[in-house]
């Protein structure tokens, strides 16, 4: 099976194929580049919101529990993954318009491209697998199905795009896969439900968000040992890149707070309060000032100022607000020290 994902050619049925043009031009999406992409996957939906006035200017339907998303290596077209529908989603990644949709994509609830852009990798949290395709610039193919029980569900790569590191919720373990031969190299336990992944400078330490617990597990996947954990707040689930040299956002998704962590000294700095329930994905402005949050439990993205650490505005979108999106944004990883 092989699919284009940097052309702009719609890959559906006609009915789905009218349908998306239908919704897109009856919802009125503003032209203006630079729009906030919120997914809404309690609701099937997207929600469009203006990166200046931070008002929602549109909604799109999706495919079935749209809960993450990524830019193609072109960066032509931001992917939105619709898990229970087994299809992915391309829109433009400025304004937020439907550009095609690919289908039978089996249960893609993660998604990453690797750091050379030869890989294409989907988690499948419901089916216990990992799907590994293989990517030429324009297409992919998929090279392996990799069983991975159970419950994948996030992923990051080490920077010689080598290696693929998925957290396992159910098994509360973190595996290795390496990208050559699709096969598991090792698998190490680490407590319970671990969720978000992001390396470290240097690709020394894995830093994993313990949704079940309220740390974030600090992991040597070199020697393949647990080095610590560093105290966050209960259900730590995922991370933001702060692009300041030194620190990384962690949202606690139970307790409602956000921890800054200093990831050259493996400790936490500080703590933002005063939040909505359920901050999840997030996203930083690119003048490295303001922070956006979906809560997953309140129907709502907010924004926190940095300078102040303050929750500062609040946007009503839709049910259980996940991925979350916008074009003019901070690096994502953080670079290696010289």
Request: with cysteine.
């Amino acid at each position: 099976m092989s699919f284009p994902l940097s052309t702009i050619t719609t890959i559906s049925k006609a009915g789905v194929r009218a349908a998306l043009l239908c919704g897109l031009f009856a919802s009125g999406f503003a032209q203006a580049a630079d729009n906030v992409i919120v997914l809404d996957s309690g609701e099937a939906k997207l929600s469009l919101i203006d990166g200046a006035t931070h008002q929602v200017i549109g909604t799109e339907p999706t495919g079935k529990e749209p809960h993450h998303l990524m830019i193609t290596p072109d960066g032509r077209s931001l992917i939105v993954a619709d898990s229970v529908s087994n299809d992915l989603m391309f829109l433009d990644p400025h304004t937020g318009k439907v550009q095609r949709r690919v289908e039978d994509i089996e249960d893609p609830y993660q998604l990453g491209f690797s750091p050379d852009h030869k890989w294409f990798v989907t988690a499948g949290l419901r089916l216990d697998r990992v799907d590994v395709y293989r990517y030429d610039g324009q297409n992919v193919s998929l090279a392996k199905r990799v069983p991975l029980s159970k419950t994948p569900s996030h992923m990051t790569f080490s920077s010689d795009s080598r290696t693929v590191f998925v957290t396992l919720q159910d098994t509360g373990e973190v595996a290795a896969i390496d990208l050559a031969t699709q096969t598991v190299l090792w698998k190490l336990h680490i407590g319970n439900t671990p969720a978000g992944l992001w390396m470290t400078p240097g690709d020394r330490y894995l830093l994993i968000g313990m949704t079940g617990e309220d740390d974030v597990a600090v992991v040597d996947w070199h020697k393949q040992q647990l080095v610590k954990k560093i105290p966050t707040g209960r259900g730590a689930h995922n991370f933001r890149n702060l692009d300041d040299g030194q620190h990384i956002a962690v949202s606690n998704r139970v307790e409602s707070t956000i921890s800054i962590l200093d990831y050259n000294t493996l400790t936490k700095v500080g703590d933002i309060t005063g939040l909505m329930p359920g901050p999840d994905d997030m996203e930083l402005s690119a003048d490295r000032r303001y922070l956006w949050v979906t809560f997953r439990f309140a129907k709502h993205v907010g924004i926190i100022d940095l300078t102040t650490r303050k929750l500062i505005d609040t946007i009503a979108v839709g049910r259980s607000p996940h991925g979350l999106y916008f074009a003019n944004r901070a690096p994502v990883t953080a670079p290696n020290p010289d």
